[in-house]
């Protein structure tokens, strides 16, 4: 019996989320109870809530015994009342923290892994309130500052922490809030009572003396009854702007660690991990695809992932190298926008290790003149430029120059796909240049 809810539940459900949330659980039966007990009250509450109808459904359509379906957190299943209680307890705090957000969805890289380390170590209980108090992790946008700030919170639910997740705007609305409604001692108590307070985008706390005054005292409560504090933002606390010195000195008075763009690895990775929370299945070349054209944002590359999903469970359209190319068009034709020559130039000067300078000469060194070619072809292929105006730009005399190496270039591209991979690579990394010092 058991074997056959669970082969009709991975049929279910589809084989990325069976192996996220069903074969890290034990499920057994037992007379006419199904138990299934899970490692975590993470675990416990998404199967409570998400599949225990489909379970439900599945036992009805092969057995006419009336099953009781018990989900269990491992190490309580003697003590149900005991878990209903906890469960009850955290359903609240777990709300607000997103449910794909985990340790176990984070895609861990170079750019990253002192971060997520240092996030990791305060979730044992040795290490908590510590040894690395406070934390604050800054990085551009979209690079998983939020995500691991969450996951942050998610397994210190599971060992029994009082967890607070703020943005800094939340902060604030919660001060002005408890102002208004004359209830300022449950304001302070709700945040000094905590275990870990999770501060997002703390560097939009305001030019307000009070909020950073009660955030100041909030803080210094915390840390010093041993609770434990990690922080976002785009910049380091010593660039903090309209924040107090005194509140900058106690935000980098912990571990200050940033996170730097992925590279095209870490992108791979990250993208066939998030089509597989989203079940569906990309090969290497629509993953190889992405990963070339998106730049370092990883909303970006989810983003991609949810519409290529959401074509094909609405349509029924097959997921192909066509429909994932088709997908990446607008976002690429966005960036494209806004890109000039100067970015042509800075991107191949950097990547070819050439001055520019160089690029615009009439050197006959063999790696000036491959670099200018590429240049060339690219000016043309990204800017609407002519090929008069290119010619201006690479110091030429005339435009039948500039058509010998575009040419010259459209010959190799079509012989030689490595050199095209190489031309592709470049290509969108001209495209995703913006801000990006070199």
Excluded: W
């Excluded at 919660?174 to 449950?186: C, G, R, T, V």
């Excluded at 100041?216 to 915390?222: P, T």
């Amino acid at each position: 019996m058991i074997n056959n809810i669970i082969e009709k539940l991975k049929n279910e459900i589809g084989e990325s989320q069976f192996k996220n949330y069903f074969e890290i659980c034990e499920i057994k039966e037992n007379d006419n109870n199904i138990n299934i007990k899970a490692p975590n009250q993470f675990i416990a509450k998404h199967i409570e809530t998400k599949f225990k109808n489909i379970i439900k459904n599945i036992i009805q359509s092969i057995s006419s015994n009336d099953y009781q379906i018990n989900i269990y957190i491992k190490n309580q299943e003697n003590n149900q009342n005991k878990k209903e209680v906890k469960l009850a307890n955290i359903k609240k705090q777990i709300s607000i923290l997103n449910e794909s957000y985990t340790f176990n969805n984070f895609i861990v890289g170079k750019n990253n892994r002192y971060a997520y380390e240092i996030c990791k170590a305060i979730t044992n209980e040795n290490k908590f309130g510590k040894d690395f108090n406070p934390i604050f992790i800054h990085s551009n946008t979209g690079l998983g500052k939020t995500h691991l700030l969450q996951a942050s919170g998610h397994e210190c639910l599971e060992i029994g922490k009082k967890v607070i997740y703020k943005t800094s705007k939340g902060f604030m609305n919660d001060y002005q809030n408890a102002l208004m409604s004359k209830k300022f001692d449950n304001f302070n108590n709700q945040y000094k009572d905590c275990d870990l307070l999770l501060i997002d985008d703390v560097q939009f706390l305001g030019n307000t003396d009070k909020i950073q005054e009660e955030f100041f005292h909030i803080f210094n409560d915390i840390i010093q009854r041993n609770g434990q504090i990690i922080m976002t933002s785009d910049v380091a606390p010593k660039n903090l702007n309209g924040i107090e010195e005194r509140l900058k000195s106690r935000f980098g008075n912990g571990v200050i660690t940033n996170i730097d763009v992925p590279d095209l690895d870490t992108k791979k990775a990250i993208i066939k991990k998030k089509s597989q929370v989203n079940d569906i299945y990309l090969n290497d070349e629509m993953i190889n695809t992405i990963a070339n054209y998106i730049g370092e944002n990883i909303r970006d590359l989810e983003s991609i992932i949810t519409n290529i999903r959401g074509i094909h469970l609405f349509t029924g359209q097959e997921i192909t190298l066509e429909l994932v190319k088709n997908q990446i068009k607008e976002y690429v034709k966005e960036k494209q926008k806004n890109i000039e020559i100067e970015d042509i130039f800075n991107v191949i000067s950097y990547e070819f290790n050439i001055k520019i300078n160089d690029i615009k000469s009439n050197s006959k060194k063999q790696n000036i003149v491959k670099a200018k070619r590429i240049a060339i072809f690219l000016a043309k292929e990204l800017i609407s430029n002519s090929i008069s105006q290119i010619a201006t730009n690479f110091q030429m005399k005339d435009h039948s120059a500039v058509s010998k190496h575009i040419k010259k270039i459209n010959e190799i591209l079509i012989n030689d796909d490595s050199f095209r991979e190489n031309v592709e690579i470049l290509k969108n990394k001209i495209i995703n240049s913006k801000n990006k010092e070199y």
